[in-house]
């Protein structure tokens, strides 16, 4: 669906200049997220989508400050909450999954730049205790791509469990949130340990980390306790992932708002977990982010982001694609989300 976006409109994306494009959409105030830029080999990403470089990473730094101005985040919150827009085109950068490169590179360069940015955190991976199990089915690909040898036994403990796929990388990126086990018992069955992974290469954030990120300004919330897709569990599971990290986040970090990155996506996510995330007298959080790119929301406190990863086009053309795809559907219609 993006990739035809990008086919039938990029051509378009080098006439008008992104001043243009944030006049005639009235969309001010825009929000790119990533996840980590590959400043190392990030095996537990590799086989999941496409990062940045820091080439790249930088260069869409300097065409962001550029065109925008970098906005706090309760500035950002308030404007967007008041269905208002920014004297001058403004953006919010956010990073997802909480993993240590953050502290280790992006912060620096944003630091530096004075571009602020929100961090949002799984309460079950903070200080490496376990590991996303998209990250486990990456690297155990990696793994068997390198030890070929166990291929076969993973395929026969696969179709035990009745998954069966073109080859076994593709039973590996096959399996959801709710059988996720089975990636740990694959990694037994060819001697791969995670727990050496998470010990040796530490990618994920530590308290120390946090501590130290949100002193020098950066903000952060939670991303669910252990990365479900939302659409695949109970509303009940949701309400529960959502309390529990979001308040873990605030309290242990002494965060000034309560923010909640959906893990995934927001798609398939109903009225009713919103009115609840929402609610009045108990609200699970202050502002809530989705990433299906520049749309209009129902929800003045649900902010959807520009996903700058998973494509090999430059940072500028993703975003000008975005206003394009954003004008396109306002013709019809069709830029606003419904639920
Ligand atoms: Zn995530």
Do not use: W
Not at 143 to 169: C, Q, S, Y
């Amino acid at each position: 669906m993006k990739k035809s976006v990008f086919n039938t409109l990029s051509p378009f994306s080098n006439v008008l200049t992104s001043s243009i494009y944030q006049n005639i959409s009235g969309k001010k105030l825009i929000f790119p997220f990533y996840h980590s830029v590959a400043f190392e080999p990030l095996l537990h990403i590799e086989s999941l989508y496409k990062t940045r470089t820091p080439k790249e990473f930088k260069s869409d730094l300097d065409y962001l400050s550029k065109q925008f101005n970098s906005i706090e985040p309760q500035k950002a919150f308030q404007i967007y909450k008041d269905k208002q827009q920014p004297q001058k085109p403004s953006f919010l950068l956010s990073f997802d999954d909480g993993l240590s490169g953050f502290y280790h590179h992006e912060a620096p360069l944003l630091l530096e730049k004075g571009i602020p940015a929100l961090i949002f955190l799984n309460t079950a991976f903070i200080d490496n205790k376990d590991l996303f199990y998209r990250y486990k089915a990456s690297l155990l690909i990696n793994h068997l791509k390198e030890n070929p040898e166990t291929i076969r036994l993973i395929n026969v403990f696969f179709a035990d469990n009745g998954i069966v796929k073109k080859d076994v990388f593709e039973a590996l990126l096959s399996i959801k949130y709710t059988n996720k086990d089975l990636l740990d018992k694959a990694a037994k069955i060819c001697d791969y340990s995670f727990k050496e992974f998470l010990e040796t290469k530490k990618p994920y954030l530590s308290t120390e980390h946090i501590n130290e990120l949100s002193k020098k300004g950066f903000l952060f919330g939670a991303h669910s306790i252990d990365h479900p897709k939302y659409s695949e569990i109970s509303i009940d599971e949701q309400i529960k992932q959502t309390q529990i990290s979001v308040e873990t986040v605030k309290n242990k970090f002494n965060q000034p708002l309560s923010l909640f990155a959906f893990p995934f996506t927001d798609s398939g996510v109903s009225i009713n977990f919103f009115d609840e995330c929402f609610n009045e007298n108990r609200p699970l959080a202050d502002f809530t982010f989705g990433g299906a790119g520049l749309k209009n929301e129902q929800y003045n406190r649900h902010i959807q982001r520009i996903p700058m990863e998973g494509i090999g086009v430059s940072g500028k053309n993703i975003i000008k694609t975005e206003y394009l795809y954003f004008l396109a559907k306002s013709v019809f219609g069709k830029n606003s989300i419904k639920r």
